[in-house]
């Protein structure tokens, strides 16, 4: 078994792995620690620029890595994209839909439309079946395969301003459950991560212009509400994507083996199961 520089077998030695949202700041953080686990990538996104500096990232730990403008919201250019793939690499072992775009959070329902209600609702659901119905045909046929969904602690928490993210977010749980109780008898495994709102990822992430608008809409300085995030938790942190990432290796490879119709709480203590 193949050894990763300063020592240890590599989790995911062979494995092919799909990420939707590969420009993204999950979506590239994944990149990177799969390639240095071993795995080939195929990175699908609308950036290309974003799409290229992510394969560059992830080409530096020796990995091969190719790139595709896919918009995962259309199941036809998801599935040519997903046929192109089990052609080139002959399976698909790894599937992540890290696709994130900007949504409405932090309004009064009273003050929040139906379609800002339903736009992530909608959206993060769509892509989530549209990506998982593509590579479920060829990991089916295979007998093997790890489908990886990204929620967030919307789906367990209360308050103002919580309720498109939480419609979504309980949604795709939900989703992630009964798709893991579909595809388990063929061996498939659907294994959801929750994270909290991660501090390294505002940079390059949509979430620092909805998480602005959330603090000025309460009159709070953004370092100020960020802190509030941080007093939720127990570590007295948010988590970071190197953490993210990390946990998604493994439970992509095949040391969590038994591990299918989980919802996997990373969000440093801010929800406790």
């Known amino acids: 078994m193949t050894k990763r520089d300063g020592g240890g077998a590599m989790l995911l ?16 953080a994944a990149a990177r620690v799969f390639a240095r686990e071993g795995a080939r990538l195929f990175l699908a996104g609308r950036s290309l620029p974003r799409l290229e500096a ?13 790139v595709a403008v896919v918009d995962a919201m259309d199941q036809d250019a998801v599935d040519r994209h997903v046929a192109e793939v089990t052609e080139a690499a002959g ?4 599937a992540l839909n890290a696709v994130g775009f900007d949504h409405v959070q932090g309004r009064a ?8 209600y339903l736009h992530p609702v909608t959206g993060y659901l769509q892509t989530n079946f549209v990506t998982a119905k593509a590579v479920s045909r060829p990991m089916i046929a295979q007998g093997s395969g790890v489908i990886l969904t990204i929620s967030t602690p919307g789906a367990r928490l209360t308050g103002r301003g919580l309720i498109g993210n939480a419609a979504q ?5 939900g989703f992630s ?20 709102a991660m501090s390294d990822a505002l940079e390059t992430s949509y979430t620092s212009e909805m998480f602005g608008r959330i603090a000025d809409d309460s009159g709070t300085p953004m370092w100020q509400w960020l802190d509030g995030l941080v007093g939720m938790t127990l570590l007295g942190r948010l988590p970071v994507l190197d953490e993210v ?26 929800l406790v199961d």
């Open 245 to 270: 990432a990390e946990y998604l290796a493994f439970a992509a490879s095949d040391r969590a083996g038994s591990m299918t119709g989980a919802i996997a709480n990373l969000s440093a203590g801010a």
């Open 13 to 28: 030695e062979d494995k092919v792995a799909v990420i939707h949202g590969g420009g993204g700041s999950i979506g590239s």
């Open 177 to 196: 459950r009964a798709l893991a109780g579909e595809l388990g008898p063929a061996g498939v495994r659907v294994v959801c991560v929750r994270p909290h």
């Open 109 to 116: 329902i009273g003050d929040t439309s139906l379609e800002e």
């Open 54 to 66: 992510a394969a560059a990232a992830a080409s530096a730990h020796g990995a091969e890595v190719s």
């Open 169 to 173: 977010s309980a949604g795709l749980e």
């Open 91 to 94: 399976r698909i072992d790894v």
